[in-house]
């Protein structure tokens, strides 16, 4: 595969569609990590001591990174792309997905309550996983038929991604809403599906789909409630596409499920980061 310094002369669209980002973004990605990195030098020198200097150059990792997040190959397919070993390509992976995630992050769970926004959305999308060797019950989703696992996503009125949390498919939407650490101003307008029933006993200020009782058809004033909460929710849904366009989180999830929720917080910092520039 080109390095960084060859695939920067391709136009901005094939650029986007092999890294997920603009040009502008990931040149905004490495300076962030480049100057995180030089921190990380001065505040700890002697773990600098003894280690090998990487083969590949700061935006090589970088897009190496993306490029895994972006296209899942498998470590085997991503060492022949960039003509290194599997092994290697794991070790700059790992490295650099916890650096991103710590200079491209999401915003404070604490603005929530702080400086409320007039208005959020909330949805869980759920991801498929390989069968798991032990413990696989918790795991098996009834609805999907197979085990997974599922992310549970916050949205601003502007698309803002504000909040992750992730847990295994058997768990009830409504459920992970009650487990996470969400904390919302009771100003705040609370927008979410008919996986959320009983929502209004935990946040009064929120509005989910009336629900049709069997042998009783729905009423005008209920249709059109459904249909305006479904426009104003529509939202959501495009920006859950816009994380599934990195489709570590769309194909069958080949990790250790404990990294799960660090794969997808990175992939919701980068949709947000894509988002800004628009």
Same mark, same amino acid.
């Given at each position: 595969?080109?390095?960084?310094?060859?695939?920067?002369? $391709?136009?901005?669209?094939?650029?986007?569609?092999?890294?997920?980002?603009?040009?502008?973004?990931?040149?905004?990605?490495?300076?962030?990590?480049?100057?995180?990195?030089?921190?990380?030098?001065?505040?700890?020198?002697?773990?600098?001591?003894?280690? =090998?200097?990487?083969?590949?150059?700061?935006? $090589?990792?970088?897009?190496?990174?993306? %490029?895994?997040?972006?296209?899942?190959?498998?470590?085997?397919?991503?060492?022949?792309?960039?003509?290194? =070993?599997?092994?290697?390509?794991?070790?700059?992976?790992?490295?650099?997905? =916890?650096?991103?995630?710590?200079?491209?992050?999401?915003?404070?769970?604490?603005?929530?309550?702080?400086?409320?926004? $007039?208005?959020?959305?909330?949805?869980?999308?759920?991801?498929?996983?390989?069968?798991?060797?032990?413990?696989?019950?918790?795991? %098996?989703?009834?609805?999907?038929?197979?085990?997974?696992?599922?992310?549970?996503?916050?949205?601003?009125?502007?698309?803002?991604?504000? @909040?992750?949390?992730?847990?295994?498919?058997?768990?009830?939407?409504?459920?992970?809403?009650?487990?996470?650490?969400?904390?919302?101003?009771?100003? @705040?307008?609370?927008?979410? $599906?008919?996986? %959320?029933?009983?929502?209004?006993?935990?946040?009064?200020? @929120?509005?989910?789909?009336?629900?049709?009782?069997?042998?009783?058809?729905?009423?005008?004033?209920?249709?059109?409630?459904?249909?305006?909460?479904?426009?104003?929710?529509?939202?959501?849904?495009?920006?859950?596409?816009?994380?599934?366009?990195?489709?570590?989180?769309?194909?069958?999830?080949?990790?250790?499920?404990?990294?799960?929720?660090?794969?997808?917080?990175?992939?919701?910092?980068?949709?947000?980061?894509?988002? @800004?520039?628009?």
């Amino acid at each position: 595969m080109k390095k960084y310094q060859e695939i920067e002369t $391709d136009t901005s669209e094939t650029f986007k569609r092999m890294t997920g980002l603009s040009k502008d973004n990931f040149q905004d990605l490495g300076e962030k990590a480049n100057t995180y990195i030089e921190e990380e030098k001065k505040r700890n020198p002697l773990k600098q001591r003894g280690l =090998r200097k990487s083969k590949l150059s700061l935006e $090589d990792g970088i897009l190496l990174t993306l %490029y895994y997040l972006r296209h899942y190959p498998t470590f085997i397919n991503l060492a022949d792309v960039f003509e290194n =070993r599997s092994s290697y390509c794991h070790k700059i992976y790992s490295r650099y997905a =916890r650096i991103l995630a710590k200079v491209e992050t999401l915003p404070n769970r604490k603005n929530l309550t702080l400086n409320p926004p $007039d208005t959020l959305i909330i949805d869980v999308s759920e991801q498929p996983i390989e069968r798991p060797v032990k413990g696989q019950k918790p795991y %098996y989703s009834g609805q999907k038929k197979r085990h997974t696992v599922k992310v549970q996503i916050l949205v601003s009125a502007i698309g803002e991604i504000l @909040s992750v949390d992730c847990a295994k498919g058997k768990q009830h939407d409504f459920s992970i809403f009650k487990e996470s650490d969400v904390r919302i101003h009771p100003d @705040s307008e609370l927008l979410a $599906d008919s996986g %959320y029933q009983g929502l209004n006993k935990f946040h009064k200020n @929120s509005i989910i789909p009336l629900k049709k009782k069997k042998g009783i058809p729905h009423t005008d004033e209920a249709k059109a409630h459904n249909k305006a909460l479904s426009k104003r929710r529509i939202l959501i849904e495009n920006i859950n596409r816009l994380g599934k366009i990195f489709r570590c989180v769309k194909d069958v999830f080949r990790g250790k499920h404990k990294n799960y929720g660090l794969t997808w917080r990175l992939v919701a910092a980068l949709v947000n980061l894509r988002c @800004s520039s628009i």
